[in-house]
């Protein structure tokens, strides 16, 4: 495992090199002290998955971890100068509170690294760093990122999260108009300390290289459209387009959230099978080359602190819906995305309804909760069409005043229920503490 002093001698030496910039060149450097922000965030995570139907050993049927991270985040400001150059670092530690052998679960939904006896380790590590260049409105980085774009987006669904290894550029020079471009070249995983190469679910070999491109045009205040290309080398190449508008209809907001993805197969993708998407091919061939068109649409009534609505999204081709996936944590741009599953199968047709509500508007400001209900059928697969349906519950108090000002408290509650060959019913509990103190 890699430790948290352990940097990578490329990454170290950008960092030298800003921060001997701001000693030597106090008068050029001056924004990038002056501007300079650092946060050390706090968060203690229990997590507990119930496997409920399952005849496997109590290492696959249950994973029951529970830990402290803690994430210090350092964002530089930037040197004044036409060109002005920044650093950013993150750090972050995992320690674990408990997580027995027979209860550390798999890859997939641990919160800690195994060992060699197949309990998490007691700590895990990692330092990352992003040197950054900007000019007029357009900013370059290379190193650690966390991108939230629809065809990449971080998962923090641990108590650590996912970060990328690349370099991404992003430009506002336009009004209205954000443009990112980037190669994405490794993953570090929620659970982990070590970067990882890039793939699919379904496929074993890897790549390193991914490479996307698009943007974000604001039309009004109200309507706001987006289009992304993504290419993961020898796996897929992907559309996006998606446009989200906001109506004001009577006392409260109306949003409509529309989205569409055409994927196809890219390089050995089509050949390899080493680089085969799971999904459904007929005659009982569960993988093959991607070949995917996902639809989906979303409409959210907000008004007095109540927030109801409902969406529909449809997977037509062959393949499952593809994005970065290494098998332990993603999280995929869909309006299915939920707490255990994202329904992302071949063929499968997807309803959901969702409730919200501020308590705030009641005088009890800081505290919300939600639910969302979904249901997943016309799943390709041998024999009859499979289903699938999770419910999951939401309830989390942030203190709004005073000296715990911050301090937030989350629990979510999931039940996933399916008729899937060889696919285990779930139950599952997060429960989440976190607070954040500014260091500058």
């Not at 249950?62 to 036409?82: D, I, P, R, V």
């Not at 992907?238 to 109506?247: I, R, S």
């Not at 989906?296 to 529909?312: D, E, I, N, P």
């Not at 108090?397 to 629990?411: E, R």
Request: hydrophobic share 35%; aromatic share 12%; glycine share 12%.
């Amino acid at each position: 495992m890699e430790h948290l002093l352990n940097v990578k001698p490329l990454a170290a030496a950008m960092a030298a090199s800003c921060l001997g910039l701001t000693l030597n060149s106090a008068a050029h450097a001056a924004g990038f002290l002056e501007d300079s922000k650092a946060t050390l965030t706090l968060r203690n995570f229990y997590f507990n998955q119930d496997n409920r139907d399952s005849a496997a050993p109590k290492s696959a049927s249950k994973a029951e971890e529970w830990g402290q991270g803690f994430m210090l985040n350092y964002q530089s400001g930037f040197t004044e100068g036409t060109v002005g150059f920044g650093v950013d670092a993150l750090g972050m530690l995992g320690l674990k509170l408990d997580s027995g052998k027979g209860t550390h679960g798999t890859d997939a939904n641990s919160v800690f690294p195994a060992n060699s006896s197949g309990s998490g380790v007691d700590n895990f590590s990692t330092l990352g760093l992003t040197a950054k260049v900007r000019v007029s409105k357009t900013e370059l980085r290379y190193g650690t990122l966390m991108p939230t774009l629809p065809v990449v987006t971080y998962n923090d669904s641990r108590m650590l999260p996912q970060t990328f290894e690349g370099g991404m550029i992003t430009s506002r020079e336009i009004e209205g108009l954000t443009l990112n471009a980037g190669r994405l070249e490794h993953s570090k995983a929620r659970n982990s300390s070590n970067m990882d190469s890039l793939r699919i679910l379904g496929g074993t070999e890897r790549s390193n290289e991914f490479y996307f491109a698009g943007g974000d045009y604001t039309l009004t205040k109200d309507l706001t459209v987006s289009y992304y290309y993504a290419n993961l080398e020898d796996y897929y190449k992907q559309h996006f387009l998606g446009l989200v508008h906001n109506w004001q209809v009577g006392p409260g907001m109306l949003k409509s959230d529309l989205r569409y993805f055409h994927s196809t197969d890219d390089g050995a993708n089509g050949h390899n099978s080493g680089y085969y998407s799971n999904g459904y091919y007929g005659s009982g061939v569960t993988k093959g080359k991607v070949d995917n068109d996902l639809y989906s649409g979303q409409l959210l009534y907000s008004v007095a602190g109540h927030t109801f609505g409902g969406g529909y999204q449809v997977l037509n081709g062959d393949s499952n819906f593809p994005f970065l996936n290494q098998g332990d944590g993603a999280t995929p741009y869909l309006i299915t995305f939920s707490q255990n599953q994202n329904f992302t199968r071949a063929g499968e047709r997807t309803w959901l309804v969702r409730y919200s509500y501020d308590f705030s508007q009641i005088g009890m400001p800081g505290l919300t909760a939600g639910v969302v209900y979904l249901k997943g059928d016309h799943i390709e697969a041998a024999g009859s069409n499979p289903s699938e349906w999770e419910r999951d519950f939401t309830l989390g108090y942030t203190v709004p005043t005073g000296a715990l000002k911050g301090l937030g408290v989350q629990w979510r509650n999931a039940v996933w229920r399916n008729d899937v060959a060889n696919t285990r019913d779930q139950d599952e509990n997060r429960l989440m503490l976190s607070y954040s103190i500014p260091l500058l």
